[in-house]
């Protein structure tokens, strides 16, 4: 049974470039979360879909956006890149219906130059 | 706003040793979650705690909390070297379910 599936594992993207990263929530699940983490600090919220519409929301600009398809897997699109959003961006999926586990996904490395 | 304060941030001891990871937050949450983090890797799933009072328990790893205080703790008992690695708790707010995280307690155990 595969876990969450992140893609890319690694990006090199320049400052003011856009960028989408991707996400495959465990089978099963329904719900995705995305989490930004820099260096040395603990996951940050950015939002969380359910049926393809955003339920919940952290205080993220609105750089950040994203998406969330009928087959539950999910977009992270970030605009005008600027250094600082150099991280580990974390995707974790659940399932509404029952229980409360979070699976994260190995992440992607995004490093803006 | 949820604040989430772990301490310590650092922690370094030996094998054999016994301690006590904790974890403050500041407003009502029904659950409380411990993950442990190595070095380049994503976050792994240690407990869930639901309820005051809950207290689980996983090898060397026991997880605690207590509601009313607003407090949880991770207790080591008799630490070997492949514990070393960062801990994180995180806490949803109350009707929420995106997750607020403690800063992590990078935990190093030396023989």
């Known amino acids: 049974d595969a876990g969450v599936t992140q893609s890319p594992t690694h990006l090199i993207k320049t400052r003011g470039q856009q960028v989408t990263l991707r996400c495959s929530p465990k089978s099963g699940h329904d719900t995705v979360s995305w989490y930004q983490q820099a260096l040395g600090q603990g996951p940050q919220f950015i939002f969380q879909y359910y049926e393809e519409e955003e339920r919940q929301r952290g205080n993220f600009p609105d750089r950040f956006s994203g998406h969330q398809f009928p087959n539950y897997s999910s977009e992270l699109n970030v605009n005008a890149l600027l250094l600082g959003d150099s991280a580990l961006y974390l995707c974790?999926?659940?399932?509404?219906?029952?229980?409360?586990?979070?699976?994260f996904g190995s992440g992607t490395r995004l490093t803006v130059v | 706003e949820l604040k989430v304060e772990q301490n310590p941030l650092f922690l370094s001891m030996q094998e054999g040793k016994n301690y006590t990871i904790y974890c403050n937050y500041s407003t009502t949450s029904d659950r409380l979650y411990w993950y442990r983090q190595d070095p380049g890797k994503s976050l792994e799933s240690l407990f869930v705690l639901l309820s005051n009072g809950a207290v689980k328990q996983e090898g060397r790893l026991m997880a605690s909390l207590d509601t009313k205080a607003r407090l949880s703790t991770l207790h080591i008992t008799a630490a070997v070297h492949d514990l070393s690695a960062t801990y994180f708790c995180?806490?949803?707010?109350?009707?929420?379910?995106?997750?607020?995280f403690g800063k992590g307690t990078h935990l190093i155990i030396q023989p």
């Open positions: 974790a999926s659940s399932w509404t219906g029952g229980g409360y586990g979070y699976t």
């Open positions: 995180a806490v949803p707010p109350g009707g929420a379910d995106g997750l607020t």
